[in-house]
């Protein structure tokens, strides 16, 4: 069976979405790989490929081949003592089995070591760890070639800001001289002795081929590799305006053409273009600011326990197993479990929860979290990528860089918009030169019809939108799998929730434990559970590990366990102490086993109670009834009446008897329930009421028992606080147990469909009217650079209001 890895890479050089189409289509071609979606917002691909040793390497190749970069860091080390050949090659073969690193150079006389690597598929810190695996000591050189890919984002974005600047500087005259008049003109012809139109060529002719040099870099590319995007279109617009308006200046022999130049047109395309662009590349940066404040979270170092003695060392050095100081204050650098020590934690930043979690020996601590009050100290459990931080990181750059359903109508438009603005381009020339008997005329409309077009803003409309709301909901400590759920959770008409756990809080405790008089003189309270906790601390389920507490709380003994099994639905069995036990639910019990009378009568008036009722069977015969009780979560009220107000109706499906789930249903007024549910009737449950709802349905929980629902649901949601296969069968996880996140997920879902909605709406309008305009003759190609320019902006700033976003429950 063929397995498939995913990688994240950052592109530069894309100007519209005809780019990102063609990296698709070059990427697409490599056999080994499945699938690959490119977001023009964020500049990124997502990759899914066969899984291969060196093949990111070929995926590299073959953007590069397509005219586009990706972006890459070095690092460069000094091997500590002498190296020789089968040094190099171990190094070398160690070195490139990891999966992105793109180019290692070894140098056998100095011991330097320089690799390139691409950062979202790779850390240094895999990169040097495996140095240290390998046995060879060395000092890591700060690297000039590459920095981060937010400093060369940066740079870029320097460097675009200098050529906007030089652009206008250079500019100023060019149109100055253009729009001044006769008086001007001649005033510097007095003085230079000069025809103006030499100053004019120039200055354009810098403008053209220097501030405008990367134009025709990527039209070129684009050409090369059989397609069309913005920058023909400019390239073809402003050239024409300049090779013209140079013909005339130089060429014009016998005055056959209009001495009139086009120089002003040429050069301020070029330079309201690239202003539109540079303001883009800002834009993109605010969009992107989610990933960017996550990442700023990271420490860079951690207090190191070694022998007694406290050691700062940075993170890199830090591995699996070693222990970590944290004193008040601190964020806490690395994943693991506590050792020593108490404190209160602000883990605001996984769940968007406010209020401080206190915790002791054995709890779970997650890196970039605040430590508040008290000192302790950990076990590292996760390092670099494992981390809960780098998986969420990863887990939103690729959702970010994924497409929705209704991107694909933007993308067939994109696809074949550039040959046909090309076209009418075309025909505006013919018709105005031949029925207006106007070649000034003509060539302003033609070069206006193709300034104006602008694919960049349909390709902007989806992923800009896309990225700042998955921003923001991970922010508010909502994770979406997929771009794809975003469109399909803002449909959801009904929302089933699990009961326990999700609704309730899952910290469940014994209300009472209900001997048959038959066994009262064969078992007490305290052997009974203790043998019921040894059996159910192996169970995940919060009743079982309510239980354990149980036993933990009054000092009871633990015995080993034979055959442990989960009855999905019923509850667990194994052997203690040589005899078969059997705790859970009514269905639990089989048809032989031995139930006494008063434990019938009881079980009976139970049914109707509000408590969960747990049935404890010991060699085929019913010894004893657990009363669990559960308190109903604070905000599930105002979650359930904030659903209601967005028009989304709510149900409970629980594996809880009916007189349990109809009290909690009746408190937090959810009118419809299913009651002793099995997981496979749960699942069934979902699907029948998918035929009965036109819209989608979702399901919310966070057990094993729930997986197979969430699975089958249109939208599966699982609670963070839950077990690992729940949160693998959802599309969205909620880092926190608060389940108003639920709410917060259909409200930012229904934000962002309106806003790419009206992305899109501006976008094809932009289009389909001013081209019409400017084929008549009726726009400015100046102004028209200007508006196409601008047009892209419009979407990055209508997708950045997302930012704004107040939910009603967090």
């Known amino acids: 069976m063929r397995t498939f890895s995913t990688i994240v890479l950052d592109i530069n050089g894309m100007t519209c979405a005809n780019c990102a189409a063609l990296i698709e289509k070059c990427l697409i071609e490599l056999s080994f790989v499945k699938k690959a979606n490119v977001s023009l917002a964020s500049e990124r691909v997502v990759v899914q490929y066969i899984s291969s040793e060196n093949i990111v390497v070929e995926i590299i190749s073959k953007i ?112 100055t001289l253009s729009m001044g008049g006769d008086g001007l003109r001649e005033a510097i012809y007095y003085f230079v002795a000069i025809d103006f139109r030499f100053i004019l060529a120039f200055f354009t002719t810098v403008i053209q081929f220097v501030i405008g040099w990367n134009f025709y870099v990527a039209a070129f590319k684009a050409v090369r590799n059989g397609t069309t995007n913005m920058d023909v279109l400019i390239v073809m617009g402003s050239t024409s305006a300049y090779i013209y308006s140079m013909f005339v200046t130089f060429g014009n022999i016998n005055n056959v053409l209009p001495e009139y130049v086009y120089f002003e047109t040429a050069s301020v395309i070029i330079v309201f273009v690239r202003i539109g662009k540079y303001i883009e590349m800002k834009a ?116 970010q860089a994924s497409k929705v359903p209704i991107q694909k109508l933007a993308d067939k438009i994109s696809g074949f918009f550039v040959p046909v603005v090309m076209f009418i381009s075309l025909v505006t020339f013919v018709l105005w030169f031949f029925y207006g008997n106007s070649f000034d005329k003509a060539l302003v409309s033609m070069v206006a019809v193709l300034v104006i077009a602008c694919p960049c803003a349909l390709g902007l409309a989806t992923p800009a939108a896309i990225m700042v709301g998955v921003g923001v ?55 009974l559970l203790s043998v019921v906790a040894s059996l159910e601390r192996n169970s995940e389920h919060p009743i079982g590990q309510a239980l354990f507490a149980e036993s933990t709380i009054r000092n009871l003994k633990m015995s080993n366990v034979v055959g442990f099994s989960v009855k999905p639905g019923k509850g667990v069995c194994g052997i203690v102490d040589n005899r078969q036990i059997r705790v859970g639910n009514e269905k639990i019990v ?11 009568l009881m079980l009976n008036d139970f049914r109707i109670s509000n408590y969960i009722n747990v049935i404890v069977i010991i060699d085929g015969s019913v010894i004893a009834l657990i009363s669990m009780t559960d308190r109903i979560r604070d905000e599930s009220v105002e979650a359930i009446t904030c659903l209601s107000h967005l028009g989304v109706d709510t149900m409970i499906l629980s594996g809880d008897s009916e007189g349990v789930v109809r009290y909690v249903a009746e408190s937090i007024g959810i009118k419809e329930f299913l009651s002793g549910l099995m ?124 930012k704004k976003t107040r939910f009603k429950v967090v």
Do not use: H
């Open 679 to 802: 997981p496979i009737e749960k699942s069934e449950s979902v699907k029948n009421m998918q035929k009965k709802y036109n819209g989608y349905v979702a399901m919310v929980g966070d057990g094993i028992n729930d997986a197979a629902a969430l699975a089958q649901a249109d939208v599966g949601i699982a609670v963070g606080t839950g077990t690992d296969i729940a949160v693998e069968s959802a599309d969205i996880t909620l880092m926190g147990s608060d389940i108003g996140g639920v709410v917060s997920a259909i409200e930012l879902s229904k934000l962002v469909m309106k806003t790419i909605r009206q992305n899109l709406f501006w976008a094809f309008c932009y289009n389909v009217m001013l081209i019409p305009v400017a084929a008549f003759g009726q726009l400015n190609p100046m102004l028209a650079a200007g508006a196409m320019g601008f047009s892209s902006v419009f979407v990055l700033i209508n997708s950045i209001r997302l």
């Open 473 to 527: 909901a991970a922010e508010n400590g909502v994770l979406f799998r997929n771009s794809s759920t975003l469109e399909t959770v803002s449909k959801v008409k009904l929302v089933m929730f699990d009961k326990t756990g999700t609704i309730t809080y899952g910290n469940m405790s014994p209300a009472s434990i209900e001997i048959s008089k038959e066994y009262e003189d064969q078992w007490s309270v305290d052997e």
């Open 64 to 175: 590069v081949e397509a005219g586009y970069d990706v972006i890459t860091k070095d690092v460069d080390l000094i091997i500590v003592g002498s190296i020789d050949d089968d040094d190099v090659r171990l190094i070398t073969r160690s070195i490139k089995s990891i999966i992105g690193v793109v180019n290692i150079d070894a140098n056998i006389l100095t011991g330097n070591i320089s690799i390139r690597y691409v950062p979202n598929v790779c850390s240094s810190d895999e990169i040097l760890r495996n140095f240290e695996r390998i046995g060879f000591k060395f000092k890591a050189v700060e690297s000039n070639n590459n920095d981060d890919v937010n400093a060369i984002r940066r740079k870029q974005l320097l460097r675009d800001k200098i050529g906007v600047i030089s652009g206008l500087i250079l500019a100023a005259p060019v149109v």
């Open 590 to 600: 089989l048809s032989s086993d031995y139930l006494p009378d008063d434990l019938k």
């Open 284 to 399: 993109k940066g605010n969009v992107s600011e989610a990933i960017n404040k996550l990442l700023s979270y990271q420490s860079q170092d951690a207090s190191l326990l070694v022998d007694g003695s406290i050691i700062k060392v940075p993170l890199n050095s830090v591995n699996v197993g070693d222990i970590i100081l944290v004193k008040p204050g601190e964020r806490i650098p690395l994943d693991g479990d506590i050792i020593d020590g108490k404190s209160t934690v602000d883990e605001s930043l996984m769940t968007g929860e406010s209020v401080d979690v206190v915790k002791g020996f054995g709890d779970k601590v997650y890196a970039s979290t605040i430590n508040r009050k008290g000192s302790f100290s950990f076990e590292v459990t996760a390092v670099g990528s494992d981390t809960v931080l780098s998986k969420i990181i990863n887990l939103v750059e690729r959702t």
